[in-house]
């Protein structure tokens, strides 16, 4: 006489067709928590909670700004010219060329002001911007090459989630930005928010092609198992 459990254990035997369909509702109702999977590649995350220095540093990030900050590189054969300070935008939570403040000691004390005022427009305009530029000791090797080929804008986003920076799309909406203005220069992207993003998109990518992968590898060798 056999025993309640094991009875229960042949019910799958005895009713295949009704075992395969609870399988199946179990499955669609547990992929509809899957639907909902969300890759965060925040380094915070890995940080215990509560933790004294995550509080520490959360604490700095609120009175100094984030670090999070993406630089975005141009590259032409003069970086100087008329023709390429004009595509660099001079916005705000931007460093660049265009935007970079240098201080000054006078007979007033300090004063602060912008390194490049006006726009350069003629070549003895750039010409006297590159030796300003030059003399500075903040520009020269910060914010553009001591050959004058290659300058850097430092894009500076405001504290907010890494699910946040995803769903606004900055990413996708700053190289939107620089491909709406075209011209000879060369350009580069990098920086933390620009590392997490495409970490992010490569992890979704490998899962998305790995464990339908898996499944049928699985399913294979089941059937070739059990042929059946």
Known sequence: MSSPARGVW??????PRAA???VAAITVGLGVYAARFRVDSAIDQLLPEH??????YAGVRQA???EEINVIALF????????????????QEVTSLTTLQSVSVGDAGLSR???????????????AFRSQVRADRIAERLIVSPDGR???LWVRFQPMTDDAF???GLEDRLRAAIAATPGREAVAITGLPTIKVQAARKMLQDLMLFVPLALLLVTAMVVWAFRT
């Open 166 to 168: 995803l769903a606004l």
């Open 51 to 56: 933790d004294a220095d995550g509080a520490y």
């Open 20 to 22: 395969l369909l609870l």
């Open 150 to 152: 290659a300058t850097g």
């Open 76 to 91: 032409a054969d003069d970086v100087f010219a008329p023709e390429t300070l004009a595509r660099l935008p001079g916005v």
């Open 113 to 127: 002001e912008r390194l490049m005022p006006p726009l350069p427009l003629t070549a003895a305009q750039a010409d």
């Open 10 to 15: 042949n019910l799958p035997q005895r009713f």
């Open 64 to 66: 100094f700004g984030s």
